[in-house]
C-alpha cells in the first residue's frame, strides 16, 4: 500500500508560495505553512504515541492551528474525532468512553474539568487554544508544536480506511459515530469542487464552525483542492464577515447567516457585486429568505443537501435554476430514490417517502455497532438516511422532514414541514416549528411554535385562522405557541427534540376529545 489516500489527493496540487488563509490577527498562511504546520503536528502526535487507526479526539476552539491539528492527524493515519465546542463534561465522557481516542485535545480553558474525565479513561489529555503572540502560550499542543520538525513521512492510508469518526446529534438516543473513509471524503470534495467551479483564483469566506462535516470537510477540503484560499474568521461576527466579503469570491453558511447578513444595513448589492458564489446548507432554507436575499443582491443562494453519514449528497445545479425550497439534483455519482419506509419499496416520484443514497460518499457503518449499521443499510447498499423527501416531475428533490419527526394523528400522517409551509405564508410570520406530542384521544397531537417578525403582533387566533383553508382538519395545531425564536443547536438547526420534550404532558390528563388550549 503506497500513499495517503486523503492527504495525498488533498495536497496534490499544491503551490508553495500561495496564499491558503488570512487570518483575523493579520497573519497570513501559505500553502508551505500548511505542509509544515501540518506536519509538526503530525510529529507531535506520534511521539505521544498515536498509530495509525488511533483516535484523536479534539474540542479546541476555532484557529488555523486546530485545522493543522486535523491535517496532522491525517497524515499520522489517526481517526480524526471533532467535537462540538457546546459538548458538556457528562457528553465528552461518552465520547471518550466510547470511541477510546489515544489523545484528547481540549481547550487551555478547560483543561481542569477535563483532566479528571481523561485520566479516568488512562487517555493523553493536551490543549490547543487561540495564538494570540509569541509570548502568549496556545497550549501544550501548540508549544509541542513549535519544537517539532517541519517534515514527516506521512503515514500510508488505503480508500478504505477510516480518517474520521464524526457523531450524530442523538436527537432520538445516545450520539454514534459515523466512520468515514478516505475515500469518503476525498471523492465528496472532488465532486464538489468541481459542481460548484471552484479554482485557485477563488477566496471562500469560511465563518462555519470545524467540528462539523460542513465548515472542516465541505469548507476546506474543497478550497485545498482547488489551491484557493480562505478568509479564516474565528466565527459568523457581523463586522468581521462584511469585512472579509470585498476580498471574497464564496461564501458557504447556514440559514442564521444569511438572515442575519439581511437584517444589516451594510449588508448591500455593492458590497457582494463581485461575488461568484452563496452556498448555503445543514438546515432548511427558508424561501422568503431566498426571495429577499436575492432582491437584495441580485444573487441566487446555492442551497444544497448533506448529512454526518454521508458528507454531501445533492445540490441545487451551478447554472440552471435554483429552486427555493429544493436541494437540487443528487451529486453526481450519488444516487437518491425514494421509499416507503416500512417495505422498501421503490416510490414514484411525486410521492413521500424516505430519502436513501448510495455512494462514494456514503459512510462505512457506526463505529463498534454493526446491528445498528445493518439496520440503516437496505440489502441492495443504500442507506436510509431517515429523511423524508419528494422528487418533482423535473427531478429536483425537496426535504419534507425526518422521518422521527412524523406525526400519526387519528391514523392520519402529518408531515411537520407542509404544517410549517402554510403557517409560514401567514402575514407577520417569520418561521415556525411543528412538532407531534402525546394525546389522549389521537395518539399524537400537532403542536405550532410561531416566530413573528420583528414588529408583527401574531396571535394562535390569526394563525389558525390563517390556515384553516388550506390544511385539512387532522394536520392543524391543537396548540399553538407563539415566542420571540426557535431552538437551535449550533449549526442552526431547530431542535424538535426540546420542544417534543417541553410539551410533551401538555394534553395528558385532558379528557379524550378535548381539542382545547390553543393560546
Not at 102 to 121: G, I, K, N, T, Y
Not at 307 to 315: D, I, L, Q, V
Not at 338 to 365: K, S, Y
Amino acid at each position: 500500500m503506497a500513499g495517503n489516500v486523503l492527504f495525498d489527493g488533498l495536497t496534490r496540487g499544491f503551490q508553495s508560495d500561495r496564499l491558503f488563509a488570512r487570518l483575523p490577527d493579520g497573519r497570513h498562511y501559505s500553502y508551505q505553512d500548511v505542509l509544515d504546520v501540518s506536519a509538526r503536528f503530525a510529529n507531535v502526535l506520534v511521539e505521544r504515541g498515536v498509530q495509525p487507526g488511533d483516535r484523536v479526539a479534539v474540542q479546541a476552539p476555532k484557529s488555523i492551528e486546530a485545522l493543522m491539528l486535523y491535517l496532522g492527524a491525517v497524515r499520522a493515519g489517526a481517526v480524526f474525532l471533532p467535537l462540538n465546542n457546546a459538548y458538556t463534561p457528562a457528553e465528552i465522557d461518552y465520547f471518550l468512553s466510547d470511541a477510546e481516542p489515544a489523545v484528547f485535545v481540549c481547550d487551555p480553558a478547560h483543561h481542569e474539568r477535563m483532566a479528571p474525565l481523561a485520566a479516568s479513561r488512562g487517555i493523553r489529555l493536551e490543549t490547543l487554544g487561540v495564538w494570540r503572540s509569541e509570548a502568549e502560550s496556545a497550549g501544550t499542543l501548540a508549544d509541542a508544536g513549535l519544537a517539532a520538525p517541519t517534515t514527516f513521512e506521512t503515514k500510508p492510508r488505503a480508500p478504505g480506511d477510516i480518517a474520521a469518526l464524526l457523531y450524530t446529534s442523538g436527537t432520538t438516543g445516545r450520539s454514534k459515530g459515523a466512520m468515514l473513509t478516505h475515500d469518503n471524503l476525498l471523492s465528496n470534495s472532488r465532486t464538489l469542487q468541481q459542481h460548484w467551479r471552484f479554482t485557485a483564483n477563488d477566496v471562500l469566506l469560511h465563518a462555519l464552525p470545524i467540528f462539523h462535516t460542513h465548515g472542516l470537510f465541505v469548507a476546506t477540503n474543497v478550497t485545498l483542492l482547488a489551491g484557493g484560499a480562505l478568509n479564516f474568521l474565528h466565527s459568523f461576527d457581523i463586522d468581521c464577515v462584511l469585512g472579509a466579503l470585498p476580498t471574497s469570491t464564496a461564501m458557504m453558511g447556514v440559514p442564521t447567516f444569511y438572515t442575519r447578513l439581511l437584517d444589516e444595513p451594510r449588508f448591500t448589492r455593492e458590497l457582494v457585486a463581485h461575488m461568484r458564489l452563496f452556498v448555503s446548507g445543514s438546515a432548511p432554507l427558508l424561501a422568503e429568505t431566498h426571495a429577499r436575499f436575492e432582491a437584495r443582491t441580485g444573487h441566487r443562494i446555492l442551497e444544497r443537501y448533506g448529512m454526518t453519514e454521508t458528507s454531501m449528497n445533492a445540490s441545487n445545479p451551478y447554472d440552471g435554476e435554483r429552486r427555493p425550497g429544493s436541494v437540487g439534483f443528487p451529486l453526481p455519482g450519488v444516487s437518491i430514490r425514494i421509499a416507503d419506509p416500512q417495505t422498501g419499496e421503490v416510490l414514484a416520484p411525486g410521492a413521500v417517502g424516505v430519502i436513501e443514497v448510495a455512494g462514494p460518499n456514503v459512510f462505512a457503518g457506526y463505529w463498534r455497532n454493526p446491528e445498528k449499521t445493518a439496520e440503516e443499510f437496505r440489502p441492495d447498499g443504500y442507506f436510509i438516511t431517515g429523511d423524508v423527501g419528494v422528487v418533482d416531475g423535473d427531478g429536483y428533490l425537496s426535504i419534507v422532514g425526518r422521518a422521527k419527526d412524523l406525526i400519526i394523528s387519528g391514523g392520519f400522517n402529518v408531515y411537520p414541514k407542509e404544517v410549517e409551509a402554510a403557517i409560514d405564508d401567514i402575514e407577520g410570520v417569520a418561521e415556525s416549528a411543528v412538532v407531534g406530542v402525546p394525546h389522549p384521544d389521537f395518539g399524537e397531537a400537532v403542536v405550532a411554535v410561531v416566530v413573528p417578525k420583528a414588529g408583527a403582533a401574531v396571535t394562535p387566533q390569526a394563525v389558525m385562522a390563517g390556515i384553516s383553508g388550506r390544511l385539512a382538519r387532522f394536520k392543524q395545531p391543537k396548540h399553538v405557541v407563539i415566542r420571540p425564536a426557535l431552538p437551535r443547536n449550533a449549526m442552526g438547526k431547530v431542535t424538535k427534540k426540546d420542544l417534543r420534550d417541553e410539551f410533551a404532558d401538555h394534553f395528558i390528563g385532558r379528557p379524550a376529545g378535548s381539542d382545547r388550549a390553543r393560546a
